[in-house]
């Protein structure tokens, strides 16, 4: 009985998963070509480095003219353009629209210069005159500008989002070709015993010889838990061999697994090399199937050894080990391709036609159905829609609408999309960004204030995200926030000398905007209606004088964007996003921004792990936040 060794006190399975968790299986992050990136996990965010689209362009056939050549044109008197030319899409413009003209444009061509509107094919007609224009159009209308679909500065995805056509899609569209990833862990897989054959080989079954199931069952095991699996040759019960190839395996790999060896019989030692090349962590585990299971540490890698039963080795692997490769590689938890779940706002339709809703998912927490539903739907054109959408609901073509509450059944892009741990909306904000990097798996669709504080009354959000003044009702629960300083994003140097608001308004400066819905723009606002009150006139005389007020674009740095190309001498915008892009700055004012909770998910997990890192970078502990004030 000295030759046989016991088991220790049996470890219960939470000390297991303990034990398990304690290990380093984690690679260094990489590099991967785009074209071999589906099913891997970003290791650092990635911001749009451009626009999508990188040009104005119109978002239907037509013509595109001055909107101010059309005001005032309808049925009964038309505005009739001379034509000077055409447009295709994907071809330069090769003439520019002066007043009184117009040129003809396909879908998704380049707006020629001097144009800045689109007048749809069917309120047109051909004349002798010209072309006929049969109803008024302003600034902007049937123009998708440069960055409405993915602004430049805007982040793209965060670290630990897992790769999916959607996401290859929009990489694609932002001209990414490779793509930091979490490295893949690699799981080396020595089988032990003096009975086992590999398939393939002759087996002698009178000498009690079966095949080997356990190392490709569990290196298949490996392949879907997200690890890169390594099959090392059969060891047998042999010592000197078992210890060669299990330090050769943790040479080359961050986890060994082996499978047999690992009961209390005389021949079973694989624990005795454990204890003599690493560190025995754990001999056994209070379960059924699988009481024989080793943890430990061998050289710098990390070892689990499994029962030689193929039940037991495969209970086992997919109860402690899986999770943790999956977590190693930032995977998610496996779960069904479809969802139950309830509509989180009454959706209406009625074109007759069976509608694929493209949805998002957000976990609602009020002790009913947990899983909501919302629409998220920006359009055909809009790649973001992929990235913000969870999955489809299939609606009926004789459907009305969906009801409020309705309960519906979501088709989920990839059995692997989990609801965010946190839904966010409102304003874009640099040092938002940099907070959201702290959450795991969080969405935040930045839709402006204005729209962040409807959604945020209307239940859906987990939290908005908001600034400037508004007087519109919400009555959420205040997380904290920060100030941030806006103004004027001009030229480095300034070479217009713009001192201020006033400039926009007195002198033949050009101006870009940003989206009504957006906090900057109600401060902006406010500050314009006080120069009004100072000069005894009305706002809208103001805006009327400055050129380029109505023609907006979307994202924090596409103002700035549009200075650096020379397409403005003034934009609205942050200190912050000047001094990242090494633009001049004329400061008008500081904004609160602040973040706020939805009052029935105060204690939802990623609403307080949001509201620690607020906590956190207002107390100096995130110091790339510096600059940011309370």
């Not at 754990?282 to 059924?288: E, P, T």
């Amino acid at each position: 009985m000295s030759d046989r060794r016991q088991f220790r006190d049996l470890a219960s399975p939470a000390a297991a998963r303990e034990a398990v968790d304690s290990l380093d299986l984690s690679p260094e992050p990489e590099r991967v070509p785009l074209d071999e990136a589906r099913g891997r996990v970003l290791a650092e965010r990635i911001d749009a480095e451009l626009d999508v689209p990188g040009f104005d362009r119109a978002s239907v056939d037509g013509y595109a003219v001055r909107a101010s050549d059309t005001f005032g044109a309808d049925e009964a008197d038309p505005a009739v353009l001379d034509l000077i030319g055409t447009v295709h899409a994907g071809a330069e413009p090769d003439v520019e629209v002066r007043d009184g003209t117009c040129a003809e444009i396909s879908t998704g061509a380049v707006l020629p210069p001097g144009a800045d509107a689109v007048v749809m094919v069917e309120r047109t007609d051909e004349t002798d005159a010209g072309i006929a224009i049969r109803t008024s159009v302003a600034p902007g209308d049937r123009v998708m500008v440069a960055g409405a679909d993915v602004a430049a500065g805007s982040r793209a995805f965060g670290p630990g989002t897992l790769i999916t056509p959607r996401e290859i899609g929009l990489l694609s569209a932002l001209g990414v070709d490779t793509v930091p990833v979490r490295g893949t862990p690699t799981v080396g897989i020595v089988s032990t015993g003096d009975e086992l054959v590999r398939p393939g080989g002759d087996l002698h079954s009178e000498a009690g010889q079966i095949y080997d199931v356990n190392s490709y069952t569990i290196a298949a095991g490996v392949e879907e838990a997200g690890g890169e699996a390594v099959l090392y040759p059969h060891a047998g019960d042999d010592y000197d061999e078992m210890e060669r190839l299990l330090v050769e395996a943790a040479d080359e790999c961050d986890l060994v697994l082996s499978s047999g060896s690992t009961s209390a019989s005389a021949v079973d030692v694989i624990y005795r090399v454990i204890e003599s090349e690493g560190e025995l962590l754990l001999h056994g585990v209070s379960v059924k199937p699988g009481k024989p299971m080793l943890v430990g540490r061998l050289e710098d890698s990390a070892y689990v050894g499994l029962p030689g039963y193929p039940v037991s080795a495969l209970t086992i692997f997919r109860t402690f080990v899986a999770p943790a490769i999956r977590e190693a590689a930032g995977l998610p938890e496996p779960r069904t391709a479809t969802v139950e779940g309830r509509m989180a706002v009454r959706e209406r339709y009625s074109e007759g036609r069976t509608r694929l809703m493209p949805v998002g998912l957000v976990e609602a927490g009020d002790g009913e159905a947990d899983t909501l539903v919302y629409p998220v739907d920006k359009g055909s054109g809009a790649t973001t829609s992929l990235v913000e959408a969870d999955g489809i609901v299939e609606v009926d073509a004789d459907t009305d609408y969906l009801a409020e509450g309705e309960r519906v059944t979501v088709q989920l892009f990839s059995p692997d999309v989990r609801p965010p741990t946190l839904l966010g909306v409102g304003e874009d904000d640099p040092a938002l960004s940099r907070l959201l990097d702290r959450l795991e798996r969080p969405r935040y669709l930045d839709v402006g204030s204005r729209q962040g504080r409807r959604r945020l009354r209307d239940g859906v959000p987990d939290v908005a995200v908001v600034s400037g003044p508004t007087d519109r009702d919400v009555d959420p629960v205040d997380l904290g926030g920060w100030t941030r300083e806006w103004g004027l994003v001009v030229p480095a140097g300034n070479p217009a000398g713009v001192d201020g608001l006033a400039d926009l308004v007195d002198r033949d400066l050009r101006f870009v905007n940003r989206a009504t819905d957006a906090g900057l723009r109600a401060s902006l606002d406010a500050e314009l209606d006080r120069l009004a009150d100072r000069r005894a006139t009305e706002r809208r005389d103001l805006t009327a004088a400055i050129d380029g007020y109505e023609l907006t674009v979307k994202g924090f740095e596409s103002p700035a964007r549009k200075v650096l190309d020379g397409a403005a001498d003034a934009g609205l915008g942050l200190r912050a996003t000047a001094d990242t892009l090494d633009c001049g700055f004329v400061p008008v004012g500081t904004e609160s921004v602040r973040v706020l909770a939805n009052p029935d998910r105060t204690d939802k997990p990623g609403v307080t792990a949001l509201e620690r890192a607020v906590e956190s970078a207002l107390d100096g502990a995130v110091a790339d936040l510096d600059g940011f004030e309370a």
